[in-house]
């Protein structure tokens, strides 16, 4: 029996997998995301230990012998997150979310001063890596950043609650901008550039290797075995590619969940950073991924709900699915789903969220409809420049929470064209990879034999007359970012923090 424990941004959610690989049971825990001023996002580090303990909680109650039986632990996570530990290990600040976008003078500075950072790391500065962030808090909160004993990604900080130890996978850590991603070890040049050394650093693993054990009274009042050990896990994206089994060169998934991600596994490194494209470690050995990122996927369905009074986003898709029923055509209607900025293709953490093309008869399921496309456009554009770096992507499974709407997936396809396949159980992706990688860390089974693509219930291929009717606004769409980038950047709210 092996644990699977993934912290996203919207809550903590916790797998039982058996030795046949299949779930014995899920349990998940709300988390909240703190924004105290415009284009902050943060959380209290303390709450994602609490949800955990939650998560874990319900599943022993739920399962009391398959917890008795866990023989390992594995970990994903939420990526990027800044957490400032002093020399007691006690938190200094929330910490700073992957999708803050309030660094953005700081990774100009990165780059000023490391000339070859996107040759050491394999990608641009962007505001939601880590580095940058530091940067602000040495210049905004010099007597937290002096504090700083230890800097660790969110994920790492819930192994330092559970066995005591600083430690991290290499898939993480290559989101950070202190990674020499094509050698798998830290980079003395970056970290120096962000004024840190190695020491602050935690120590490297691959993703299915041990980092050590639960601490006595963590198993205790988790109900799993003394000594468990705890594989180092992996980032999100790449833990959710160990899930559903895109670890072979080529092979793809598309993730719909809070952002949004297309993924490709290669067995080189193959960067395109100025095109916005990150080129990461995977969370296997000898392998690495390049993927594009986009800030705000199925979040702007929750927030078109809300803007729209719909009871919630299930209530939404079923009238946008009417409507297309019924017929129904949206016009000129266009939206921009940069409500968090946006990473790839843009690098551009001012972008906003705009709706274009509004008239009177534009009502709720118009809005559902615009939304749906065009988080789909901008899924398309991200696989543009995955391509430009690498071969064709010909299929894509799909993961994540958004994977769960048929007309999203009609959407999806036609705007990509390309076939998207729904693996059973997709939905939870990054804690059955944590899951497979706990296992490989206790077993030492070879990567192919446990990570095998999971079984696909449903293949959704691109419809033409879709693809046709959607031409226009997919051609609106495009331009548009370009003609408001500039006014993106006036009307930014300046940080409070300078």
């Known amino acids: 029996m092996y644990l699977g424990i993934d912290l996203g941004t919207s809550g903590v959610k916790a797998v039982l997998v058996d030795e046949a690989q299949r779930f014995v049971g899920q349990a998940a825990a709300p988390l909240e995301v703190g924004r105290p001023h415009p284009l902050w996002s943060e959380q209290d580090p303390e709450d994602w230990w609490t949800a955990t303990g939650r998560a874990v909680a319900a599943l022993r109650a739920a399962h009391p012998r398959e917890m008795a039986a866990v023989r ?16 007691s290990d006690r938190v200094l600040r929330p910490a700073i979310l992957w999708n803050d976008g309030r660094s953005g003078d700081e990774c100009r500075e990165l780059e000023r ?13 962007m505001p939601g890596f880590t580095a940058p962030k530091l940067l602000w808090v040495a210049r905004h909160e010099p007597d937290r950043f002096a504090a700083t004993a230890h800097v660790l990604l969110p994920k790492d900080y819930l192994r330092l609650r559970m066995t005591g130890d600083h ?28 004024g840190l050394d190695e020491a602050q650093m935690p120590r490297l693993y691959e993703g299915s290797q041990a980092t050590g ?46 952002s949004g991600v297309i993924f490709v596994s290669g067995d080189r490194f193959s960067p395109n950073p100025d095109r916005g494209v990150h080129a990461f470690c995977h969370a296997l050995p000898r ?23 719909a009871d919630d986003e299930a209530a939404l898709l079923r009238e946008a699915e009417a409507d297309v029923a019924a017929g129904s055509d949206i016009g000129p209607l266009v939206f921009l789903p940069y409500l968090s900025g946006e990473r790839t293709p843009h ?4 972008a906003k969220g705009v709706f274009f093309g509004l008239t009177h008869d534009s009502g709720r399921s118009a ?113 548009l970012y370009g003609d408001l980038r500039a006014a993106f950047r006036e009307s930014a709210v300046p940080d409070p923090g300078g």
Do not use: K
Not at 72 to 87: E, F, I, P, R
Not at 293 to 309: D, E, K, N, Q
């Open 72 to 87: 390992g632990v594995g970990l994903s996570g939420q990526m990027h997150g800044a957490t400032l530990l002093d020399a």
């Open 113 to 125: 001063r490391v000339p070859e950072l996107r040759r050491l790391t394999g990608n641009r500065a």
């Open 167 to 194: 430690a991290s996978d290499l898939s993480d850590s290559a989101g950070t901008l202190w990674l020499d991603v094509g050698r798998r070890c830290w980079s003395a040049e970056m970290l120096a550039a962000t």
């Open 213 to 258: 054990t639960l601490r006595a009274e963590v198993a205790a009042g988790w109900g799993v075995p003394a000594g468990t050990p705890v594989a180092a896990g992996a980032g999100d994206n790449a833990a959710g590619a160990v899930g559903v089994g895109v670890v072979a060169p080529g092979s793809a998934f598309l993730s719909l969940g809070t």
């Open 287 to 309: 392998r690495w991924h390049q993927m594009s990122v986009m800030l705000s996927a199925a979040s702007c369905l929750t927030f078109a709900a809300r803007l729209t009074g």
């Open 347 to 350: 690098n551009d953490p001012h």
């Open 367 to 479: 809005l559902a409809r615009a939304v749906l496309e065009g988080v789909a456009f901008a899924f398309a554009d991200g696989l543009e420049v995955l391509e430009e770096a690498g071969d064709r992507v010909e299929r894509l499974l799909v993961i994540g929470g958004g994977a769960r709407s048929p007309l999203w997936g009609r959407i999806l396809a036609s705007a990509l064209d390309r076939p998207l396949d729904y693996p059973a159980g997709g939905e939870v992706g990054p804690a059955f990879g944590a899951a497979r990688l706990a296992r490989l860390a206790v077993t030492g089974e070879a990567p192919e034999e446990v990570c095998r693509p999971l079984e696909v219930r449903d293949t959704v291929r691109p419809d033409p007359a879709l693809s046709r009717a959607m031409a226009g606004r997919r051609r609106l769409f495009r331009r």
